[in-house]
């Protein structure tokens, strides 16, 4: 145990130089969200039997519509009449944490519940939107159907390095090395569009120096796990900065909120492999 806490110290003592970023002040949820929200079911019904499409395709801080809160909440009813009223438009739609009504309502339908058959319903009505956006011209992923920014963040930031605008030695380095081309292929939008990625990528950097520093050479006999590994950007940068090691990334998230690893790691040389929620 000693030598455990020894050997780990230099990893986790990486992330203690990151600065603190203030928070700003949180927006307060629209109505229909709070309602729902709340379990204010008269409110909520009479909400939803008005509303129009901006309010129906209206996020939450976490990124929900009205339709993911009617299925966490487990509410059929709730579901059907924002369906009526033109909800059917959003069930593609992805939360913060990249799950469809259709995901939520699955998790949160008990066996022989009545939401069984409406996470059903809205799993059906996913693939039918699914299958037209992939027919609207759109550059799109082929794993999941995800639109495809025209140029993704990781690219901006190539891009800043390249002007000479990125101070960030870790960062700088990242893309000196040229670690960031293979993570502008499709099965990584996920990651290279991820919205903090100067700050992720210097703790990642941080980390991987550190564990060499701990570990030393021959990285082809490591197996790397990367526990709560949010966007996997750690593991991705393992797997790729040491080639022959093996990464494991391991997260609470469901597989379709990370990387499409698999994918985009098919026929590499180095071992890689990604474990949701369940794993």
Known sequence: PETTSSRLSPVISCRATMPVVARSRRRPDPELHAAIGAGRWEDAFALAQSADAPALAERNRAGRTPLMLAAIMSK?????????????ATVGERSESKRTAADYAEEHAASGSPMVPVAARLRALESEALAVRRQDGTLRCLT???????????????????????????VERFFADRLHVPLLAPPFHLLAGYKHLAKELTESMSACDALQAVVGEQPEQWHVVDLCCGCGLTAATAALRWPGCRVTAIDRLASKGLP?????FAGEGGGGEGGGEGD
């Open 260 to 264: 499409h690893f698999e994918v985009g």
């Open 144 to 170: 999941c159907g995800a639109p495809l920014a025209a140029t993704s963040r990781l690219e901006h930031l190539a891009r800043r390095v390249r002007a000479g605008a990125e101070a960030n030695p870790l």
């Open 76 to 88: 059929p009813a709730l579901v059907e009449l924002l369906l009526q009223r033109g909800a059917a």
